[in-house]
């Protein structure tokens, strides 16, 4: 063995093992919470299933699956300002976590909060461009809420991803996209002062000759 060899298997040999990530403390217990809540929820019980999923969080913070179960059981339950707080708690903690997003968009549309929810949805965008369904309900609630340019928009990137869509899917965004072309084309204000120049509606309504 040549001396640099020798010396290189000395260090390698010195070297302190690479520290590996250590599971957070109260993520084996948290998981099983949850289980056990969600066999609860599926039985019907969703007081027990509450109660579970409120020791989940309790036993590991920072698991996003334990804020989401709670937050839709107490979405199910009516309580929705309930969920909707538990559901920021667990994004303040795990921003870029999409079904947290999902879900506190879910109960911002049942507490009659569109505009809310679309700046949830936005925010879940910005973390990940190319989410399939969050481009989807975007699409959709701007379209509810009216808010045609936004759905044009949200329409046109789903179009133009990566996301898998059927032939039906793809056909039926066109037809939503077509459409939205028209209601979104900008249109001549009615109560503007009146002006004798611009298009035949203006004119018509400033009584020109």
Do not use: K
């Not at 334990?66 to 909707?84: F, K, N, P, T």
């Not at 968009?105 to 505009?115: A, E, F, I, N, S």
């Amino acid at each position: 063995m040549t001396r640099v060899a020798a010396v290189l298997l000395a260090l390698l040999v010195a070297a302190p093992a690479v520290a590996q990530p250590r599971p957070r403390a109260g993520a084996a217990r948290s998981a099983r919470l949850v289980a056990r809540g969600e066999a609860f929820l599926a039985s019907g019980d969703r007081g027990s299933a509450i109660a579970f999923f409120r020791d989940a969080i309790g036993a590991d913070p920072m698991n996003a699956r334990a804020y989401v179960s709670l937050g839709e059981a107490y979405r199910a339950r009516g309580s929705l300002q309930d969920s909707r707080t538990v559901l920021e708690a667990g994004l303040s903690r795990s921003p870029d976590e999409p079904t947290l997003w999902l879900a506190l968009v879910r109960t911002l549309v049942d507490m009659d909060r569109p505009d809310d929810a679309a700046r949830a949805l936005r925010s879940l965008l910005a973390r990940r461009p190319d989410h399939a369904e969050a481009m989807r309900l975007r699409a959709e609630l701007a379209r509810e809420r009216g808010a045609w340019s936004e759905a044009l928009t949200a329409y046109r990137a789903l179009l133009s991803s990566d996301v898998d869509l059927s032939d039906e899917e793809r056909a039926e965004l066109r037809r939503y996209e077509s459409a939205l072309r028209v209601l979104a084309r900008p249109l001549d204000p009615v109560s503007a002062a009146r002006a004798c120049s611009g298009s035949a509606l203006r004119r018509a309504l400033g009584r020109c000759r």
